[in-house]
Structure formats: C-alpha cells, structure tokens
C-alpha cells in the first residue's frame, strides 16, 4: 500500500515508537491520529506535526474511548487505512515473590493493555477499512501490532509481559485468514532492546553496556528504525501474518 494520502491510526504515538512511525509517516505524505493518554504530550507533536496529524486521548482498552478516536479520525480525515498498534505495558513480577503469589490484578492489566488492547483497536479500524476503494492489489487496509522479543525469550519477572506479546503473534494468523478476503494484511514487529522513554531512567553508562549484549549493531535500537520497517511492511503487500524480529540478532538467555 503506498502510504501517500493514506490516513494511520497509532496507539502510543505519542512517545517511543510510535512516535517515530507518525513522524515517518507524516514525512511520506500520510495523515495519522494519534491515541495515547498523555494530553499535553500529545497535542504538543500534533500541533509539531501540522495538519497531517490529530491528537486523540485514548484508554485502548476503553470501547467507548477508542470508538470515539476513530469516529474523531474519520470525520477529521475521512478514512482509516492503516492502523499500528505501539501502546503497551509492562509490570515485572515474579510468579512468586518475596511478599508472595503474584497480583492477578497486575497480571489482567498487563493483559488487558497489550492483548484486549490491541484487539479493541484491530476490530474498530479494520470495520472503517471495509469503506475504502480497493488499490490495484485488492488492499484495504494495514494492520501492525507490536509484540516483543520476550514473546519468545522472556526472562524472569515477565510472566504477563511475554504472555501478552506471545499472544500477539500467536492470533495474527488467524486474523489474517479471516482479512484475506476483504483486503487486509496484518503482520507483527518483535522488537528488541530499543531505546524509548521506558529507558529514561537509565543511567547513559548502563544503556551503553546493555547494547554491548546485542551482537550487532552492538548498541539499543533506535525508534526511527522500527518506524522504518513499519514503513515497509505497509508498502510491501506479500507481508502478511509474519512476525519481524528487530533485534540485532539478540537472544536473550535464561538469567
């Protein structure tokens, strides 16, 4: 799908990666709505952006509030023709830790976020996909979603973590058999170590000796990067069900 004149849905686009890929996709000609909760934040890159972008205060796993983002998105740009799905949280606990089991309240919100998340904004934008002229290829709509590496290397603490990332890859396949048939492709980026504000409060001299653990480039990602793929996958239309690891060759060990 060429990405010109094409109107993106991000969650997260605020900060991170998703930042990175509304800035990218308004440099290539696209509209994008941004959802995140931060306000000011988000007005402020909305505003940086021009009139290629919109500003949403967006709860992903409220239907009313993401139903309103895309309405908010459809009247402002009239279409929605990608959607990638960057919000997400991670709340590290052990299954059994030293004040004992786990918070099942922790674990459904880690679930809650990054899987039912991810859903309720899949199934609002794809529904306003279905309204769009098919390209020369039959294409609709784009779908990008967001895992993790700990979806298949996740490390001690990440029980929820890695099980809502894992959850990610693991439904891409069906949806998109059932997409096939109108049109839209879905595909899934694990990135790795990437530097991105949940780093922030990082000394410099630690990020440094976490990026010598990647094999190469030995350094963290750069969120320019996982744009640059998403901007791939959008105009490459023989991607479709795969997940991406954008990792440096990183595998992470068990300890």
């Not at 000609?29 to 290629?52: C, P, T, W």
Request: charged share 20%; net charge neutral; proline share 4%.
């Amino acid at each position: 799908m060429e990405i010109t004149n094409k109107v993106a849905v991000i969650t997260g686009g605020v900060s991170g990666l998703g930042n990175a890929c509304a800035q990218m996709f308004v440099e290539s000609g696209a509209k994008v709505a941004l959802l995140d909760l931060y306000e000011d934040s988000g007005n402020a890159l909305a505003g940086k952006l021009g009139g290629g972008a919109i500003f949403c205060k967006t709860d992903v796993t409220d239907e009313n509030e993401v139903q309103k983002a895309i309405d908010r998105t459809m009247e402002v740009f009239g279409a929605v023709h990608i959607a990638i799905n960057c919000a997400g949280i991670g709340i590290p606990a052990k299954v059994i830790g030293k004040k004992g089991p786990m918070s099942m309240k922790s674990f459904k919100k880690v679930i809650d976020v990054n899987l039912s998340g991810t859903m309720n904004v899949i199934r609002l934008t794809a529904e306003k996909m279905l309204l769009n002229i098919p390209d020369e290829n039959g294409e609709v709509g784009v779908v990008i979603n967001t895992a993790s590496t700990a979806a298949f290397d996740g490390q001690i603490g990440q029980a929820a973590y890695s099980a809502s990332k894992s959850a990610l890859v693991g439904m891409a396949l069906p949806i998109a058999r059932e997409f096939a048939d109108y049109g839209i492709r879905i595909n899934t980026i694990a990135p790795g170590l990437f530097d991105t504000p949940i780093l922030d409060g990082i000394k410099k001299e630690v990020k440094e000796v976490i990026g010598q653990m990647i094999p190469f480039p030995k350094r963290l990602g750069i969120p320019k990067e996982f744009a640059m793929l998403a901007k791939h996958v959008v105009e490459n239309v023989m991607l479709n069900a795969e997940t991406i690891r954008l990792d440096g060759a990183l595998r992470m060990a068990a300890k």
